[in-house]
């Protein structure tokens, strides 16, 4: 069965430290993959995607991913977080063979930042 | 950058209560999702519309739900018969090309 894994519930990291947050998924073939933030009370805002071709992508306020086929995971990182970074973030993918279906989120990683 | 945007932020509606929670996709997209969220839970998908009628549904998706695109723009999720279950966030999304594109939420409370 396809499934999305964010291993981690909640990361707490110190402002000026780099953060990476973790996903993995299970499905046929390479899908599309996402990542979204969600800061209290917003919608979800698309930081970065990957859908073939160079395997580290580069997306808006710092944030890059790297896909692994090998591992099958598709990580999130920034090298120095700010405050603003705190939020809910959440790893998705989508179906290559079905372009414009659903999309099956992971369960999201709370980032806590501390002065 | 369009955005899609979706009314009321809020909504709070009696038990039993029908309830339709709108969405402006944008404009020249062509496929629409809605996608809801219970507190603390993961974003749960819903169905997916294109050419006015449902592509997909999830088994959340029963016959308490309905969507609707009544015009050229608007976008719409009705729930016929609303149980303390249905609080949720409901998230509208619209896409030409990948990505979907969300929009901030209704926050659906269901007193």
């Known amino acids: 069965a396809q499934s999305v894994t964010q291993p981690d519930i909640h990361i707490t990291v110190s402002e000026g430290a780099s953060l990476e947050l973790r996903c993995n998924y299970s499905?046929?073939?390479?899908?599309?993959l996402f990542w979204y933030v969600q800061s209290p009370g917003q919608g979800l805002q698309l930081l970065l995607k990957y859908f073939s071709g160079d395997t580290l992508v580069q997306g808006i306020k710092g944030f890059e991913a790297e896909f692994k086929r090998s591992q099958s995971s598709f990580n999130l990182r920034k090298p120095s977080v700010h405050w603003s970074d705190a939020a809910e973030y959440f790893c998705?993918?989508?179906?290559?063979?079905?372009?414009?279906?659903?999309?099956?989120f992971g369960a999201g990683t709370q980032v806590v930042v501390t002065p | 950058e369009p955005e899609v945007t979706q009314t009321p932020s809020h909504q709070v509606t009696q038990m039993g209560q029908e309830v339709i929670l709108r969405c402006v996709p944008i404009?020249?997209?062509?496929?629409f999702y809605w996608y809801r969220q219970i507190l603390g839970q993961k974003v749960e998908f819903l169905v997916s519309?294109?050419?006015?009628?449902?592509?997909?549904k999830s088994e959340i998706f029963d016959d308490q739900f309905s969507v609707e695109r009544p015009d050229g723009s608007n976008f719409t999720l009705k729930i016929r018969s609303t149980k303390l279950e249905d609080s949720a966030m409901y998230f509208c999304a619209s896409a030409l090309n990948q990505p979907q594109h969300f929009g901030d939420g209704t926050r659906l409370s269901i007193l």
């Open positions: 519309f294109y050419n006015n009628e449902i592509s997909e």
């Open positions: 404009s020249n997209h062509l496929y």
């Open positions: 998705a993918v989508g179906s290559p063979t079905d372009s414009w279906g659903k999309f099956q």
């Open positions: 499905y046929g073939a390479t899908p599309y």
